[in-house]
């Protein structure tokens, strides 16, 4: 969460309905969030010199250093009114990455396998081909230097594994994240335009598809959408009416 807003969010907060230009607590219910704003603050100012005592306190002597009332019910109030906007957030970060991922899912579908020639007239894969073989591999051997692992099954990532883009295409098109396949995803974003354009005999797509990239990323800015994958294969957006500080 910290690393999507490029900071750390301290607090989220909502527009009041009631007053304009007067900002309430987050919570998901608006008269929850209309007592919050009023009781947090308020605790917050008595238990002020409490915690600023308990502070000075080495960690031992602050777990054998009883709480008042007033700070239990403070830190019990904050801690729930956090898990109301940390959980938002994530809904709406994971709502904007799943739409991110099916539009570059379909993008890459459209461009796999397109070539031009480079200074020499030799072919290689243009920046958009590169693009989907770093969302699907390349399906060379694990021993192979040139292997792209890709990114539609679950996949290794500084250290941490991360879900695999059927993940979310599977959320998105109401899937079974067990049983999706590339197909699937397909036919469902692609399947009314294949009336008209229609797979080819060996099941790949209608040439028109590649020059609808080709029309979308022409030559000179080609190898830009590579660098989006390369930055994080992994890849919150704000509601309106709802800020994170």
């Known amino acids: 969460?910290?690393?999507?807003?490029?900071?750390?969010?301290?607090?989220?907060?909502?527009?009041?309905?009631?007053?304009?230009?007067?900002?309430?607590?987050?919570?998901?219910?608006?008269?929850?969030?209309?007592?919050?704003?009023?009781?947090?603050?308020?605790?917050?100012?008595?238990?002020?010199?409490?915690?600023?005592?308990?502070?000075?306190?080495?960690?031992?002597?602050?777990?054998?250093?009883?709480?008042?009332?007033?700070?239990e019910q403070y830190e019990n109030l904050r801690d729930a009114q956090r898990e109301q906007w940390q959980s938002a957030l994530w809904e709406h970060h994971q709502l904007f990455q799943d739409a991110v991922n099916y539009y570059a899912f379909a993008l890459a579908v459209m461009a796999e396998g397109m070539m031009e020639k480079d200074e020499d007239g030799k072919e290689k894969p243009t920046g958009m081909a590169s693009f989907a073989e770093q969302l699907f591999g390349n399906g060379k051997a694990v021993t192979d230097s040139t292997r792209v692992e890709g990114r539609w099954h679950d996949?290794?990532?500084?250290?941490?594994?991360?879900?695999?883009?059927?993940?979310?295409?599977?959320?998105?098109?109401?899937?079974?994240?067990?049983?999706?396949?590339?197909?699937?995803?397909?036919?469902?974003?692609?399947?009314?335009?294949?009336?008209?354009f229609p797979k080819t005999a060996d099941g790949k797509l209608n040439d028109v598809f590649r020059g609808v990239i080709g029309e979308l990323f022409p030559a000179k800015s080609r190898g830009a959408p590579q660098q989006l994958a390369n930055e994080d294969p992994g890849w919150l957006s704000d509601a309106t009416g709802m800020r994170a500080l």
């Open 1 to 71: 969460m910290n690393r999507i807003y490029q900071g750390k969010v301290a607090r989220v907060e909502i527009l009041n309905p009631d007053a304009k230009g007067d900002w309430l607590l987050f919570h998901r219910d608006t008269n929850q969030a209309k007592e919050l704003s009023k009781q947090i603050p308020a605790l917050r100012q008595q238990v002020e010199p409490e915690i600023a005592e308990r502070a000075k306190l080495s960690k031992e002597q602050r777990q054998y250093t009883p709480k008042s009332p007033q700070l």
């Open 155 to 196: 996949f290794n990532h500084k250290g941490g594994t991360r879900a695999g883009l059927k993940h979310s295409l599977a959320r998105t098109l109401g899937l079974d994240a067990k049983t999706i396949t590339r197909e699937q995803c397909v036919d469902q974003i692609f399947g009314h335009a294949f009336q008209k």
